[in-house]
C-alpha cells in the first residue's frame, strides 16, 4: 500500500511555470513506477507523464513533450512534475499514480494508486 499527496497546484499566466510534487508514504517508494494525469472539466483523465523505478525511463503525452519534465527523487519518495510554458489547455486537476508494474505507462487503468490531485488553471 502507498498514500500520495499531491502539491504545488496554482493559478498561473500562460507561459509561466509550476512544479507539482507528489509525496508517497507507506510500502518502499522505488517499488512503484509513478505516473501522472490529468482531468479537465466534462474531459477523461488523461495521460501526461511517467517515469520508471529508478528513473532511467521516462515517458510523456505527445500535447506536453517538450514541455513538461517528470523526476523523482527515492530518498524523499517524491515525483516531480516540472511544468514549463504553461497553456490555458493544460487547466486540469492533476493527479499523480503509482503502480507495482505497469504493462503501459500511459494507460489509467494499469495504476492502482492515485492521489487526491492538485488544481492547475492557466490564464490567458
Known amino acids: 500500500q502507498v498514500q500520495l499527496v499531491e502539491s504545488g497546484g496554482g493559478l498561473v499566466q500562460a507561459g509561466e511555470s509550476l512544479r507539482l510534487s507528489c509525496a508517497a508514504s507507506g510500502r518502499t517508494f522505488s517499488s512503484y513506477y509513478m505516473g501522472w494525469f490529468r482531468q479537465a472539466p466534462g474531459n477523461e483523465r488523461e495521460f501526461v507523464a511517467a517515469?520508471?523505478?529508478?528513473?532511467?525511463?521516462?515517458s510523456y503525452a505527445d500535447t506536453v513533450k517538450g514541455r513538461f519534465t517528470i523526476s523523482r527523487d527515492n530518498a524523499k519518495s517524491t515525483v516531480y512534475l516540472q511544468m514549463n510554458s504553461l497553456k490555458p489547455g493544460d487547466t486540469a486537476v492533476y493527479y499523480c499514480?503509482?503502480?507495482?508494474?505497469?504493462?503501459?505507462?500511459?494507460?489509467?487503468?494499469?495504476?492502482?494508486?492515485w492521489g487526491q490531485g492538485t488544481q492547475v488553471t492557466v490564464s490567458s
Open positions: 517515469i520508471s523505478w529508478g528513473g532511467r525511463s521516462t
Open positions: 499514480a503509482a503502480s507495482t508494474r505497469p504493462l503501459s505507462p500511459d494507460r489509467r487503468s494499469d495504476y492502482g494508486y
